[in-house]
């Protein structure tokens, strides 16, 4: 199989006038931006080796014109356009247009149905480069930020009717916090978990927990260190009806 698309994104009203702060770091909405353009193809192919199993693989090649990101003009302290005042323990950055992202890469899929089990695993690598000129001359040959390398996920599932238990594990690759690629957000792996099970004609009894082993998820760090963390372990359970 094989696809070739084009795309196209108008800016957000909050990229075109609203400025925001995280922490010290203060990021300038711009009313002059242009739309993104996205020009991609991919190509790929299914193989079914046995019964019950399948096997995925997809090459991929993207680029995005016009590439809308924070991109960082100045250390405070300072008073600057659009935000005001910056602490010297801030950033200033101001949203912008790229000149492209580009971004290749692969994705594998394989799944095996076995009766009541089933089971797969996929992974997907991305290799994306930032083209930038102008004020984001800084930024040419750099990774886009909070765009990890690589990502692969695991799951197995048992089924009995109404009945489910299933897990899944999921990894994700260190990654650039920022424009600049100054700061990295560590690896992380997790497990989560599901469970349905009927205790009445229609009535279920379902559960799910969420990053079981309570790895620490960092989705963001601001220029002054402090780490904003993504879902800590989290269970959740309750009852579903249906009619059967």
């Known amino acids: 199989r094989g696809a070739a698309y084009l795309g196209w994104r108008l800016p957000t009203l909050n990229e075109l006038y609203r400025p925001f702060r995280v922490g010290a770091d203060a990021t300038a909405a711009n009313p002059l931006l242009s739309p993104e353009r996205l020009k991609g193809v991919d190509a790929g192919v299914e193989f079914v080796p046995l019964p019950g199993v399948r096997l995925n693989g997809t090459l991929f090649y ?3 014109n016009n590439a809308i990101a924070n991109v960082t003009l100045a250390h405070g302290p300072g008073t600057f356009p659009g935000v005001g005042f910056v602490s010297a323990a801030g950033v200033y950055r101001m949203r912008d247009n790229l000149d492209s992202v580009r971004a290749q890469g692969a ?138």
Do not use: C, M
């Open 62 to 64: 993207n680029r995005l």
């Open 107 to 244: 994705e594998i899929e394989a799944s095996v149905n076995l009766g009541k089990w089933n089971a797969g695993i996929s992974y997907a690598y991305v290799d994306a480069k930032v083209r930038a000129s102008g004020t984001a001359l800084t930024l040419d040959g750099l990774r886009p930020a909070q765009t990890p390398k690589h990502q692969a996920s695991g799951y197995l599932a048992w089924r009995d009717g109404e009945r489910t238990v299933g897990v899944v594990v999921r990894y994700v690759s260190a990654q650039a916090e920022d424009d600049q690629n100054s700061r990295t957000l560590d690896n992380a792996l997790t497990l989560d978990a599901t469970l349905a099970w009927p205790i009445l004609r229609n009535l279920d009894f379902v559960a799910r927990a969420e990053n079981v082993t309570n790895t620490r998820v960092e989705a963001g760090i601001n220029s002054s260190g402090v780490i904003e963390r993504a879902t800590p372990r989290s269970f959740w359970a309750g009852f579903r009806y249906a009619l059967r």
